[in-house]
């Protein structure tokens, strides 16, 4: 049986390529032929796909996830779950974990890909329980980075510690795109013989190595890899999946897509892909190689939020000094992979460093956070010193930071009862708290007249 491919192009692409903005419609113009493409599965939800409905585009998630899930009779629809982040930026309670699972299944997805971005594996447990109790498929990602910590070893023990928690595949989550050819033949190798679960590839084009990193992933083994489809493809996203589909032609690897339907996929979503670039959202930056990722570990959609922040800030000419102090603060942060909620944070704070002139003069709540545990447990010690110049004395919990978080999902529906019309719209208050409530206080007041208009 050759590789499976998972289709990210309604997901990850547009969100690496142009923070997530594609709209419902645009999603849904090339769905019913990427249906017919043979895929392993389509990636289409979870991510930042959530917020940005909210946030920008004045849609609502849900009803996105219906849509797609109505047109896709044929393939399985994968998410990705931040474990008990959920799609959000702090910890939310079990409950409010579980019923964003149950939901998520309920309206369509399939497989559930469940990472926590400091491979901590208490917080993955609630969303992994979770998942099996709804039948879901659970997928758990290693969030794959590169420091002193994260040997070959470190990940194979952690790929055991997930088999035994139940998950039904694994995934290499390599977000900045640094995984070398040599060294993803290495680890797939090692992984192939420590455990039985499938492995799939996640990976970025961000530094130029990915194609090669993908080949040497599969003559090791892999059983699945990401591809965005071609307009979509490239730069801070995935690998071309057509050119991918060609490369493996008539080996034993070959993934059998339907050409004819990823080529009139392709031609539909050919003008999604100008707009984009027409208005200013997809910045040819992002299009471009960038060697230097593999020593900043910065992913693609970091990248391009270090770009608007600079530029909101009127200091686009201190990207470089950016970058370069971003490796500082994750050294200092205990090496964290830098993945969302990570990559952010360690991104806005290199960012305040450089721009303010004197390091850790100004901290963001978050890294506040993070540095009393409130975030899990550090790949590797934190600099003392500097946890000590941003908390000082204050204790630092060992727990699992959930344990101290009392169910919230029941009181806020009482709460908002008159906004909210459906547990999802709890559930998206509880993730986006004003923002979701804004959204929905006008979504409901566009009902008002049609309402008024039936009865009439």
């Not at 979870?46 to 109505?70: H, I, M, N, S, Y």
């Not at 989550?173 to 640094?178: I, L, S």
């Not at 020593?295 to 922040?309: A, D, E, F, H, T």
């Not at 204790?395 to 009862?417: C, G, M, N, W």
């Amino acid at each position: 049986m050759g590789v499976q491919v998972v289709e990210t192009a309604l997901r990850d692409g547009h969100q690496s390529l142009f923070a997530t903005r594609m709209t419902t419609d645009e999603v849904l113009l090339a769905l019913a032929e990427l249906d017919k493409v043979g895929y392993h599965a389509i990636e289409i939800w979870g991510g930042a796909t959530f917020d940005a409905c909210l946030r920008f585009l004045d849609e609502d998630p849900w009803e996105r996830l219906r849509k797609v899930r109505k047109v896709c009779k044929n393939t399985k629809l994968q998410m990705l779950f931040r474990g008990q982040n959920i799609l959000g930026y702090r910890h939310y309670a079990d409950d409010v974990v579980e019923k964003f699972v149950q939901k998520s299944i309920e309206n369509g997805i399939d497989i559930i890909r469940i990472f926590d971005a400091l491979n901590d594996i208490r917080n993955l447990k609630a969303a992994v329980d979770a998942t099996k109790k709804y039948h879901g498929e659970c997928q758990i990602a290693l969030s794959y980075t590169t420091s002193p910590v994260h040997t070959v070893e470190y990940y194979v023990n952690l790929a055991k510690e997930i088999e035994a928690m139940g998950a039904d595949s694994i995934c290499i989550k390599d977000m900045a795109g640094v995984l070398l050819p040599k060294d993803a033949f290495e680890l797939i190798s090692a992984l192939k013989k420590n455990t039985s679960l499938p492995i799939e590839l996640h990976s970025h084009c961000t530094g130029g190595l990915c194609e090669m990193t993908y080949l040497k992933a599969i003559e090791a083994g892999v059983d699945i890899v990401d591809c965005a489809l071609s307009p979509f493809s490239g730069g801070t996203s995935q690998p071309c999946t057509e050119s991918l589909n060609f490369a493996l032609q008539g080996t034993p690897y070959d993934p059998k897509l339907n050409v004819a339907m990823l080529n009139e996929a392709a031609t539909k979503m050919q003008p999604v892909r100008a707009k984009y670039l027409a208005n200013g959202l997809l910045n040819p930056k992002v299009l471009s190689v960038n060697a230097n990722i593999i020593k900043y570990q910065v992913p693609g959609g970091m990248l391009s939020n270090l770009i608007n922040q600079l530029k909101q800030q009127g200091a686009s000419d201190r990207l470089d000094d950016v970058l370069k102090e971003v490796p500082n603060v994750r050294k200092d942060m205990g090496y964290p992979p830098l993945v969302t909620p990570l990559s952010q944070m360690v991104g806005t704070q290199a960012v305040l460093n450089v721009l303010s002139g004197e390091r850790y003069k100004m901290v963001p709540k978050e890294i506040n956070d993070y540095l009393h545990g409130k975030y899990g447990k550090a790949p590797a010690p934190v600099d003392e010193e500097i946890r000590k110049k941003i908390i000082g004395d204050d204790p630092v919990i060992t727990h699992r930071p959930a344990d101290d978080l009392k169910p919230e999902f029941e009181s806020l529906k009482k709460q908002y009862k008159k906004v909210a019309k459906s547990d999802e719209d709890v559930l998206s208050i509880a993730l986006f708290g004003d923002v979701a409530l804004k959204f929905l206080e006008k979504r409901n007041a566009d009902l008002v007249p049609t309402l008024i208009k039936v009865e009439a």
